[in-house]
């Protein structure tokens, strides 16, 4: 078995570390050490992943997930790398739906759209 830092845990060190515990640990040189919740960072040594929510249509789901399957990337992977090239600069207007008016009808009268 391994240790965080690499290090294999091996009969002597199991034995220095039982005999450090069984003499005691003096608490008032403890630190206090912060645990966050929650999974690592996507691509950085620290920090948090924000989770992002947001509905989409039932028939784009399903085709993303088919399409994603058969190369070989989750859903999930495939929108972290959609919303980098957006945040970088790498998007079409015309695929958000900017620029163009969309009307829908709300209570039979017209409300504009995007």
Known sequence: MKLKSGRSLDQKLIEKLSAEAERGYDLSKATRVFLREGRPARGEDSGESPRVASRIPEPVFRAAMKRAAREGLTVSQVIR?????????????IALGVGRRT?????????PGL
């Open 81 to 93: 790398a959609l919303l980098a090239g957006y945040a970088a600069g790498h998007s079409s207007s």
């Open 103 to 111: 009307s829908t009808k709300v209570r039979g009268r017209k409300k």
